[in-house]
């Protein structure tokens, strides 16, 4: 009973985060990109086309392009997009045709236009991700192209972004195309943003014949923990132990000290993390 009431919970937790997510959208949408003519991709960017040639309502064009990209892409790739995309794809409709109602733009300079309401429409996408939904349209077009033409599905929702952009740029012209193409690269960023979250840590690997020294090192003088991996260099065939240490980006000065006071020589790579859980960074 209990995990059954923390399932109900988890799902209703989950669609109201969806929820809020089109809500986020539709405002970027609706107070940024569509009153400065600017059609992002995707089929809101061909619904905004739409819009100014034939005054379709926005949100009803979108979902009468969505149903039947919906109905091919449980027919032949099969029902990987289920419920919440579905509930996404309609709560989006229906929260575009509300707010274009009341919605003003915010400003008309199209450059601020395409800048904020990339960043809004992806903040509200990348929420919607974040909750295990969707908002279909691209995503649907891109796996029904990915399907039949020999490309990944990276470079067909690119293809598919990049025809409704040329189309907004026929009809709008081609400044406004270029607009929605950074409008695209800043949502994308931005989903990315809510999706992985800002970099704050740094995970470091270092390959050294020291290894031993310089964990412990980093162990006493830092308290962090170290991990050592057993690697081998393939063009000498030589076996060493390789370590893992995730530090915050404030340490890592103190960690190339430590390495390159005890093995100047050590081989060390350092990235970013975008997420860290577990014990000393936060709780999983």
């Known amino acids: 009973m209990r995990v059954r009431q923390e399932g109900l919970r988890k799902e209703i937790v989950s669609y109201l985060g969806i929820s809020g997510g089109v809500l986020i959208t539709a405002a970027g949408l609706c107070f940024f990109l569509v009153p400065n003519r600017i059609a992002a991709g995707g089929v809101s960017g061909l619904a905004t086309v739409l819009l100014y040639l034939a005054n379709l309502p926005m949100g009803v064009t979108m979902l009468l392009l ?22 996404g794809s309609i709560a989006l409709s229906v ?48 796996q029904l192209v990915a399907r039949y033409l020999p490309m990944s599905v990276g470079q067909a929702l690119l293809l598919v972004d990049g025809i409704v952009i040329l189309l907004a740029g026929t009809v709008f012209g081609p400044e406004l195309a270029m607009y929605a193409l950074l409008a695209v690269f800043v949502t994308t960023k931005a989903i990315d943003l809510i999706q992985e979250g800002q970099s704050y840590a740094k995970a470091v690997l270092i390959i050294s014949d020291k290894a031993d020294d310089i964990a412990q090192a980093v162990m006493v003088q830092m308290d962090r923990g170290v991990t050592g991996l057993p690697a081998r260099g393939l063009y000498t ?44 960074f936060r709780r999983l």
């Open 95 to 142: 929260a575009v045709d509300f707010m274009n109602m009341v919605a003003f733009p915010l400003t008309t300079d199209p450059l601020l236009a395409a800048i904020y309401g990339g960043v809004v429409s992806g903040i509200g996408l990348g929420l919607a991700f974040r909750f295990g939904g969707s908002t279909g349209g691209t995503d649907m077009a891109a």
């Open 237 to 280: 065939n030589t076996k060493r132990e390789m370590l893992l240490v995730t530090v915050a980006r404030s340490e890592i000065a103190r960690v190339k000290d430590i390495v390159r006071d005890i093995d100047s020589r050590a081989f060390v790579i350092i990235h970013d993390v975008h997420e860290v859980l577990g014990e000393g």
């Open 66 to 87: 969505n149903i039947p990209l919906f109905i091919l892409s449980m027919k032949i790739i099969g029902p990987m997009f289920g419920v919440k995309t579905l509930f």
